[in-house]
C-alpha cells in the first residue's frame, strides 16, 4: 500500500488541483504581452517564420514555436497559447512539494507549496502566455539539483545525472531570460558559504588564519572588482541591469519597490519574516539557508535593477515560500494549541454553565479564516481568477463591442493609426501607424544607434511608430481620411499617449461614439474634398495582417 506520505499520491494530486484552479478563466482577454507569442505563432503556422504582420518577432523563438504547435493540434484559442504556463507553474509547485517533503517532512511541503500554489504570483504566471512559467520552472529544478550536488552523498551515476540536468536548466532559464545571472549569482553565493562556513566555525582553526583567508578573499575581490570596472563588458552588464522602458521608469529607483507589494499581499508573514527565518534555521537549517540566500541575493538585486515588475522575481518566489513553510509547520501546533487555550478560557468566564468545546472549535476557525482574509493574497488571487479588476487597475478594453462600429470606419479611412498595435492586430485585423512613445524609446533607440527617428518601422511589426503632436499632424496633412483608435488606458497615459498629443486629435478631429463599457476610444478625420494633402511615399498602406481573433 501507498503510503500519502511517502507515495506519489499527494504530489499528483497537488498537480491536477493546481491545474483545475489556473484553468478557471483560462480564456480571458489577453495581456498586451501575451499576443506577441500569439501573432507570431500565427505568423508561423501561416508562412514558417515567426511574423507578425510585415515584422518578425525573435524573442523566445522556442515559446512562440511551442505555442504555434499547440495551436496547430489543438486550435487557435488563447487558452490554448497558456498551456504551457499552467502547466509549468503546477509542475514547479510539485517539484517545490516533493523537495520539501523530503527536506522539512509533509506538514512543511503542505504549507509551502500549498502556499505558493494559490499565491497571486503562481495565478498570474499560470494563466499568462509567456515564458515566465517556464524560465521558473527551469531555474527551480537546476537550483535544486545543484543543492543535491552539494549536500547529498551521491553516486556517481547520480552526480552525472543531476549535474547535467542542473546544466540543461540553467540553459532553458538563460535563454528565456537574462535575470537567471542573479539567480546564479544567489547561488553561488550559497554554495561558497555553504563550504567555506564549517571551516571558519571550527573551533580547532586559530583566529589568525581565519582573519588571514579572509583577507586574502576580500584582497582577490577587489582586485577582480578594479579589473571588472575597466572593462567595457561591466559597464554593458550595468548598462543592462539599470535599463529601464518608459513605461516602468517610475519604478527606476524605488527599492522599496517589491518590499511594498510583499507587505501588502503577505503582511503577517513577510513582516514575520525574520523571526521565521530564525525558526527555520532551528528545525531545517540547511534547506532554509538555501532558500534564504537565493532569495535574498535575488530580492536585494531585483530592488536595485531598473527594470521592475513582479514576473520579473516569480523565479526566486518559490524560495521565500519555502522559509514559510519550513517556519509554519514547527510553530503550527504550539500557535494553534495556545489559540484553544485562550479561547477556552475566555468561553469559559463567559458561559460557566455550559460545554464550550464546540465554540472553541469555532473559534479557533475564525481566527484562521481572519488571517486568510487579512492577508489581501488570498483575495488577490480569487480576484485573479474571477478576472475581477479593482482600482487603480482597469479592466481590459472590450474589443468585440467596439468592432461592429470601428470596422466600417477603418474599411473607409485611408489611414488607421492606433495606440496598441498587438490588440488591432489580433481584435481588428490591421492598422497602419502606432503612436507610442514607450514603442519609439526602446524600438528607435535600439535600431538607430541611441537617436529616436519618428515614422521609423518597428522590426517586430515592420509599420511605422510615431510618438510626437508635429508626426500626427502630418499624418493627417497627408491622408483626407483617417481614423485613430485607442483605448481608455493608454489615452493621456504619457508612455502611450502623452496629453499634448491627445489635445491635438482632440482638436482636429471628431469622436466616435462607442459603447462605454468597451473601453476603447475613437476619433475620425475627413478633409473636404479637393483639399491638399502633403505626400506621403514612407506611409504607403500596409495589406497583409494576420488573422483576427
Not at 507549496?113 to 497571486?120: E, H, I, K, Q, R
Not at 502633403?534 to 481573433?549: I, M
Request: some cysteine; proline content about 6%; glycine content about 6%.
Amino acid at each position: 500500500m501507498i503510503s500519502w506520505r511517502t507515495g506519489p499520491l499527494v504530489p499528483v494530486v497537488l498537480f491536477l488541483f493546481c491545474c483545475a484552479l489556473y484553468a478557471i478563466n483560462l480564456d480571458k482577454a489577453p495581456h498586451f504581452d501575451e499576443l506577441y507569442h500569439v501573432l507570431a505563432a500565427r505568423g508561423y503556422l501561416a508562412t514558417g517564420d515567426f511574423a507578425i504582420a510585415e515584422g518578425v518577432y525573435n524573442r523566445a523563438r522556442p515559446f512562440t514555436w511551442l505555442v504555434a504547435q499547440l495551436f496547430a493540434l489543438l486550435g487557435d484559442h488563447l487558452w490554448v497559447a497558456r498551456l504551457p504556463s499552467l502547466v509549468s507553474t503546477a509542475l514547479l509547485a510539485t517539484v517545490l512539494f516533493v523537495w520539501l517533503r523530503r527536506e522539512a517532512g509533509s506538514l512543511a511541503a503542505i504549507i509551502g507549496a500549498g502556499l505558493f500554489a494559490v499565491s497571486p504570483f503562481a495565478v498570474d504566471i499560470a494563466e499568462f502566455a509567456r515564458f515566465y512559467g517556464i524560465h521558473g520552472l527551469a531555474f527551480g529544478v537546476a537550483a535544486l539539483l545543484v543543492y543535491d550536488l552539494l549536500t547529498r552523498e551521491l553516486t556517481p551515476r547520480s552526480l552525472l545525472l543531476r549535474g547535467l540536468g542542473a546544466i540543461l536548466g540553467f540553459l532553458v532559464a538563460i535563454m528565456f531570460q537574462v535575470t537567471t545571472f542573479i539567480g546564479i549569482a544567489g547561488l553561488a553565493a550559497w554554495a561558497v558559504l555553504y563550504l567555506c562556513a564549517p571551516w571558519f566555525l571550527r573551533e580547532d582553526v586559530p583566529p589568525v588564519r581565519r582573519l588571514g583567508v579572509l583577507a586574502a578573499v576580500l584582497a582577490v575581490g577587489l582586485v577582480l572588482a578594479v579589473v571588472a570596472l575597466g572593462s567595457d563588458q561591466l559597464a554593458g552588464a550595468l548598462s543592462q541591469y539599470r535599463k529601464t522602458p518608459l513605461w516602468s521608469e517610475g519604478n527606476a529607483n524605488d527599492v522599496a519597490y517589491y518590499h511594498v507589494w510583499l507587505i501588502l499581499y503577505y503582511p503577517t508573514l513577510w513582516t514575520l519574516l525574520p523571526v521565521l527565518f530564525l525558526v527555520g534555521l532551528a528545525v531545517r537549517a540547511r534547506a532554509c539557508f538555501f532558500a534564504a540566500v537565493l532569495f535574498g541575493t535575488a530580492i536585494i538585486l531585483h530592488s536595485f535593477a531598473g527594470a521592475k515588475d513582479l514576473r520579473y522575481i516569480f523565479y526566486a518566489m518559490p524560495f521565500l515560500f519555502v522559509i514559510w513553510g519550513i517556519a509554519l509547520a514547527a510553530v503550527l501546533a504550539q500557535l494553534v494549541r495556545f489559540v484553544r487555550i485562550q479561547a477556552d478560557t475566555v468561553l469559559a468566564r463567559l458561559l460557566p454553565e455550559r460545554p464550550v468545546g464546540g465554540l472553541v472549535t469555532v473559534a479557533v476557525a475564525v481566527c484562521a479564516l481572519w488571517l486568510v482574509a487579512a492577508n489581501a493574497a488570498s483575495v488577490r488571487s480569487a480576484l485573479m481568477l474571477a478576472d475581477i479588476t479593482i482600482p487603480p487597475e482597469r479592466p481590459a478594453p472590450r474589443w468585440e463591442e467596439a468592432r461592429p462600429i470601428l470596422e466600417p470606419l477603418m474599411a473607409e479611412a485611408d489611414v488607421v493609426v492606433v495606440t496598441s498595435e498587438l490588440e488591432a492586430l489580433y481584435f481588428l485585423g490591421t492598422y497602419d501607424v502606432l503612436i507610442s512613445r514607450s514603442r519609439m524609446g526602446e524600438g528607435a533607440a535600439a535600431s538607430r544607434g541611441g537617436v529616436n527617428e519618428e515614422f521609423f518601422r518597428d522590426p517586430r511589426t515592420g509599420r511605422p511608430v510615431i510618438s510626437t503632436p508635429e508626426s500626427v499632424e502630418r499624418l493627417m496633412a497627408c491622408h483626407q481620411r483617417g481614423i485613430i483608435i485607442t483605448s481608455n488606458y493608454r489615452w493621456r497615459h504619457a508612455p502611450m499617449l502623452s496629453n499634448e498629443v491627445a489635445d491635438l486629435i482632440v482638436q482636429h478631429t471628431a469622436p466616435v461614439e462607442l459603447p462605454p463599457r468597451s473601453q476603447v476610444m475613437a476619433f475620425t478625420w475627413d478633409r473636404p474634398t479637393g483639399a491638399t494633402t502633403e505626400p506621403c511615399p514612407d506611409l504607403d498602406r500596409q495589406t497583409a495582417s494576420p488573422p483576427t481573433s
